[in-house]
């Protein structure tokens, strides 16, 4: 079992930045690749950006690209991801993710275990 929490949403004017931490707790978390999703009222949960266990690589929705940075520390069992000028289209609840896989992956269906998810408002 691997614990995850995350922490550092908030209310945001639009062009801001903010910081999302994500704690694991439980097994190995230098073995698991992460990922950060997000779910907008009334829609689906969407990827935003992954990072996998083995050379630390990085993938990012479209959506986020050069605005978004995602990052871990493995001796402190956390990941980041780094928020510049946001959009009130970033708004939605962040969910981190952990996923035994060595390879990204942007599938909600790949990842076996959640966090309860950190609200993120971007007012305009």
């Known amino acids: 079992q691997v614990q995850l929490v995350e922490s550092g949403g908030g209310l945001v004017q639009a062009g801001g930045s903010l910081r999302l931490s994500c704690a694991a707790s439980?097994?190995?978390?230098?073995?698991?690749?992460m990922g950060w999703f997000r779910q907008a009222p009334g829609k689906e949960r969407e990827f935003v950006a992954a990072?996998?266990?083995?050379?630390?690589?990085?993938s990012y929705a479209d959506s986020v690209k050069g605005r978004f940075t995602m990052s871990r520390d493995n001796a402190k069992s956390t990941v980041y991801l780094q928020m510049n000028s946001l959009k009130p289209e970033d708004t939605g609840v962040y969910y981190c993710a952990a996923t035994p896989s060595p390879t990204l992956r942007n599938e909600p269906t790949r990842y076996d275990y959640w966090g309860q998810g950190t609200q993120v408002t971007v007012s305009s």
């Open positions: 990072i996998s266990w083995i050379g630390g690589r990085t």
């Open positions: 439980g097994r190995t978390f230098s073995s698991y690749s």
